[in-house]
């Protein structure tokens, strides 16, 4: 079935930046991110008779993508098997290593926070969803959310402080 014969697929594939930009956020592997975005999708499809026209499909998808994510972490536990970030050893010596530098030392602060913080830091600094929306997504009362954010970011603050600067 095309995107054409069902307009709910294209939607999906149009969500597809944003669902991906999320999964790197709480996932920090390349290859994981993009299997958990794949995850979400296949769910989505499979359950497309569950989502109500005229309601969000980006809340509906990025619960869909949460609910894919804690039941990963759960098997991996299980497995006893967490995956290493290979991205920690790219770009060795090229000439944007400072950048670069920089960019591992938040995603490693990020790595640092509770899943429930990193959840929170993906939805709302790094996709930019309004607070509301957010707290919709991951079905929590906006002012939990909104502590939850202010601790992430405290966090950071103090995790990244040490971190050499540039502009």
């Given at each position: 079935?095309t ?6 697929h ?14 790197r ?37 990025f ?17 006893d ?36 913080h ?18 919709d ?18 966090a ?12």
């Amino acid at each position: 079935m095309t995107s054409a014969a069902n307009p709910l697929h294209g939607e999906i594939a149009a969500l597809l930046p944003r669902l991906r930009r999320f999964a790197r956020s709480i996932v920090f592997n390349r290859d994981d991110a993009d299997d958990l975005v794949q995850v979400a999708v296949e769910r989505a499809l499979n359950r497309s008779a569950q989502w109500e026209a005229g309601t969000r499909l980006d809340s509906w998808m990025f619960r869909i993508m949460k609910n894919a994510w804690i039941d990963e972490v759960r098997s991996r536990i299980r497995r006893d098997n967490i995956f290493a970030s290979e991205e920690a050893g790219e770009h060795v010596g090229d000439g944007f290593a400072e950048a670069h530098q920089q960019r591992l030392a938040i995603q490693k602060a990020i790595s640092l926070l509770s899943e429930d913080h990193r959840m929170v830091v993906g939805l709302v600094l790094v996709d930019g969803m309004a607070y509301q929306e957010a707290a919709d997504v991951l079905e929590l009362p906006l002012g939990t959310l909104m502590s939850r954010l202010a601790r992430a970011r405290s966090a950071l603050q103090a995790s990244l402080s040490d971190q050499p600067r540039t502009v």
